[in-house]
């Protein structure tokens, strides 16, 4: 499969492109549980949950100035 082409959802894993994107930021799974209103250790679950609750993942998707909304809709095949 070509790197540039839409991958299947199933191969979608929120969790992971959230920590991959708090790394890249250079920000703590501490500073996000505060800025998202829960503690490390739940934020840690998150990072290993391909999808988490849309009402968290607004959170995290302000918090992190990042639309991983956006990257789930890249992942949708819309030709049909």
């Given amino acids: 499969m070509d790197k ?3 991958q299947p959802v ?3 894993h929120l ?3 959230i920590k991959a994107e708090l790394a890249r930021q250079g920000r703590t ?3 996000l549980a505060k ?3 829960c503690t ?3 934020l ?13 993942l607004f959170k995290i998707s302000k918090a992190l100035d990042h ?14």
């Fill in 4 to 6: 540039n082409e839409p």
């Fill in 10 to 12: 199933t191969m979608l």
């Fill in 15 to 17: 969790g992971r492109l």
């Fill in 29 to 31: 799974a501490v500073w």
């Fill in 35 to 37: 800025q998202v209103d």
């Fill in 40 to 42: 490390p250790e739940n």
């Fill in 44 to 56: 840690y679950k998150v990072f290993r949950t391909q999808w988490p609750t849309l009402h968290l």
């Fill in 67 to 80: 639309d991983f909304f956006k990257d789930c809709s890249e992942y949708l095949d819309i030709k049909g």
